[in-house]
């Protein structure tokens, strides 16, 4: 799924993001990327998302690799990935429903197509009864659990959760966490971001730390 050997990124300013980074993520993996702030956690997910390119370094995103320019490219391979973003980008004066059916409406599916995966999507983070219910009229913890359900409803071959659990108390943020690894499958493969170590599940998981762009372990 992702074939990264030797990546470094360095942004405009100088900065080194990420430096020699080597690791295989396959189908079905859940992984755990953690490290204090700045450590380069995000820097990689953007590299995934191909919001950034690699300055050196080879990487491949199920099985391919990406260059600027490619616009039509990056948008088929982004059709394949589910983003929780730690600002979930909602949409406000929208439903529940309606900002996962929003997430879907470039996979070429029919309405009812959307709508139904979108309801069972809902459903699975145990939102249904909050289908009509405007975004910003919900919590904290329930917008959280409408970015999973609008990354999980396209089935994506990678999902992609950046600091999911970062404005959460410790109960649920376990909760979190607990319904995104319910999301791992033999085709699936779920990678978190993460500073709470202390939250990690230590027997079903695969656990990377970066440092100041550096991979520790593996």
């Known amino acids: 799924m992702i ?31 953690t490290g204090p702030s700045g450590s380069g956690k995000t820097s990689f997910l953007k590299l995934i998302m ?17 260059a600027r320019g490619q ?9 394949s990935l589910g983003p929780v973003f730690q600002d979930f980008k909602l949409v406000k004066g929208r439903s529940a429903l309606e900002n996962i059916m929003l997430g879907m409406r470039f996979l070429g599916l029919s309405y009812s197509e959307i709508k139904k995966k979108s309801q069972e999507a809902l459903a699975r983070v145990g939102l249904e009864h909050k289908a009509n219910t405007p975004v910003e009229n919900m919590s904290w913890g329930e917008n959280q659990r409408i970015s999973i359900a609008r990354a999980i409803a396209r089935k994506p071959a990678i999902i992609l959760a950046d600091e999911p659990t970062g404005n959460l108390d410790k109960e649920n943020a376990i909760k979190i966490l607990d ?30 730390r970066l440092n100041s762009g550096v991979m520790e372990e593996a």
Do not use: W
């Open 3 to 33: 074939e990264a050997k030797n990546v470094s990124l360095q942004y405009a300013d100088g900065t080194l993001a990420l430096h020699s980074i080597s690791l295989s993520v396959k189908a079905g993996e859940l992984v755990y990327i």
């Open 50 to 66: 191909v919001m950034e390119f690699p300055t050196s370094g080879s990487l491949k995103i199920l099985g391919q690799t990406y």
């Open 71 to 79: 616009t039509g490219r990056i948008r088929q391979l982004r059709r």
């Open 179 to 208: 319904l995104l690894s319910s999301c791992k499958d033999s085709n699936t493969a779920v990678i978190i971001t993460t500073h709470a170590t202390h939250l990690i599940p230590q027997n079903q998981s695969r656990i990377i």
